[in-house]
């Protein structure tokens, strides 16, 4: 356990469904971050939280909505999506602030998402 | 942006010493290297982090030449439970839009 969880572990969803993904931390760190794995391509990051601000999108698609109400959760709201947004999406937190790296990173296990 | 590149797939035995190489040309001055290993359906794990020469823990050694363009994660006598995609992520101080990982590298450890 890496003390960051994910629910849930695996959704299945239409591209007309709205659906939401949660993470929590319970290192008492101050960063969060929201990867996507999809097959055979690098992990890529979507959107960084610090200190419950966002300091970063990288140019994600308005589908995905993120939300960080306090330090311990971050949600990742779906709406819309298209087939190819199948992916795993990996949440993960950091002591620094920063949220540029430098800090280890804790992942959570991911939630294996498929869109129909 | 510091674009990594590493070996797709690497093969070894029980008991070598593997050594995994992340060139990183692009780095820039204030990029820390960190490398991560993966296990299937789980998320990446940290195993090490440098800025420049040799950083050793517990688990493995981490070679970074002067130029820092590269760097090598070296795992001292693999055995089979190493079996897992290593990554390689090069990150610096100016925001996390620079997060780069590199494709991976999956390691294959056999008897």
């Known amino acids: 356990e890496t003390g960051v969880t994910q629910t849930p572990r695996h959704l299945v969803m239409g591209m007309t469904n709205k659906k939401s993904l949660k993470c929590e931390q319970h290192?008492?760190?101050?960063?969060m971050y929201w990867y996507k794995q999809s097959a055979k391509k690098p992990l890529e990051l979507m959107f960084v939280?610090?200190?419950?601000?966002?300091?970063e999108n990288n140019s994600v698609p308005s589908r995905f909505s993120p939300e960080c109400p306090n330090s311990s959760h971050l949600f990742l709201h779906l709406h819309t999506l298209q087939p190819e947004d199948s992916a795993l999406y990996l949440c993960?937190?950091?002591?620094?602030?920063?949220?540029?790296?430098?800090?280890?990173?804790?992942f959570g296990p991911g939630t294996r998402l498929t869109v129909l | 942006l510091a674009k990594t590149t590493q070996p797709i797939s690497m093969d070894s035995y029980e008991g070598q010493e593997v050594n995994i190489t992340c060139s990183h040309n692009n780095i820039a001055t204030n990029d820390y290297i960190t490398w991560y290993q993966q296990f299937p359906s789980q998320g990446p794990r940290f195993i090490i982090q440098?800025?420049?020469t040799k950083v050793t823990n517990e688990v493995a050694s981490l070679f970074i030449p002067a130029d820092r363009k590269s760097s090598t994660l070296s795992l001292p006598r693999v055995s089979l439970s190493d079996t897992a995609v290593y990554y390689c992520l090069v990150g610096n101080t100016g925001g996390g839009n620079k997060l780069t990982f590199g494709t991976g590298t999956q390691l294959k450890v056999e008897l």
């Open positions: 290192l008492g760190h101050n960063a």
């Open positions: 993960a937190s950091s002591q620094g602030w920063r949220g540029n790296g430098d800090d280890e990173q804790f």
């Open positions: 440098g800025y420049k």
């Open positions: 939280y610090s200190l419950e601000e966002r300091v």
